[in-house]
């Protein structure tokens, strides 16, 4: 009875000290999940997608010394005149039989995600504002000068004297070079001028998520949650080995050994009776007894 309330208190202390050695290791794995940090679910995350300009000197700031790399023909200049942002822009026509270009070679890359063609327009003219005689052409060709596609006619019946931006999706040219082309033609009288500014041709890359954006989150809080409770359930089994040992060792030999070492006094009693010889003397006078009856 003693023993068994002895060997439930071991195991409650092992238990309890298998309890202390896991709980900082809870505690860490629960400090090491970082705060507020949604849960992967398997979902994908989708990246931030990064743009380019592919066109240089689109703002035409590098101003009327140069223009590169964009191409100037006829009477196309970069001009002070109505930019539509900081000091200079281009102007196209404004003088009779006008026929001005402008160009900008550049390929889009075969993986770009998307392709954007921006520009900003503004048109003076002194013409018939119902009958088109003077126009611009936004076009996009080959490298070699070959006509792919017309993006954009404006004719001086379109709004004067306002700056507009246009924008073009140019994706379906993905792994092509491409000039992107303005050209001005005025017919011979009653002049109009076209103004451009703000060329961009943005080139996005794919938004599309990559395993590595899935895979890094999630490996982290997985490391230090199957790392701590390995190691500390292999050292408490030891312990209590030990522990039950020492009970069984201590009631065995102190009964056995002390009922041996009592026979001992048994020699005692065999010594006594040489002892009892020493009262011989009294024998003496039944010697002397036959040698008085003689002599009489
Ligand atoms: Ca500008
Ligand atoms: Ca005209």
Known sequence: MRFGKQRFTTVWVVFSWFLIAL???VSGAIAAAPPGRPSHSGSP?????????LLLNGDFEQGPSRPDPWVLGGFTEVSDQRPHSGHFGVWMGDYQNADDTLYQQVTLPADAGTAELRYWWSMHSVDDIET???????????ADG?????????????????????????????GLSLRIHFRCTGNEQF??????????LEVCESA?????????????????LTRT?????????TATATLTSTPTATPTPSPTVTPTSTPGPTPTPTGTPTATHTPAGPLTPRCYLPFVLRAG
Do not use: H, K
């Not at 070959?146 to 999706?169: H, I, K, M, Y």
């Not at 998520?209 to 895979?215: A, E, K, L, Y």
């Not at 390995?230 to 089994?237: K, L, S």
């Open 146 to 174: 070959t006509p792919l596609a017309v993006l954009e006619t404006l004719d001086n019946t379109a709004v004067r004297d306002v700056w507009t931006q246009a924008s073009f999706d140019l994706s379906d040219y993905r």
């Open 208 to 224: 599309t998520p990559t395993p590595t954006d899935i895979w890094t989150p999630s490996a982290t809080p997985t490391g230090t």
């Open 45 to 53: 995350v989708a990246r931030a997608a990064s743009c380019i300009d």
């Open 132 to 142: 088109p005689y003077d126009y611009l052409y936004v076009t996009l060709q080959a």
């Open 229 to 237: 409770p390995t190691a500390t359930p292999t050292g408490t089994p």
């Open 191 to 200: 002049n109009t001028g076209f103004f451009l500014d703000d060329v961009t």
């Open 23 to 25: 709980l900082p290791a």
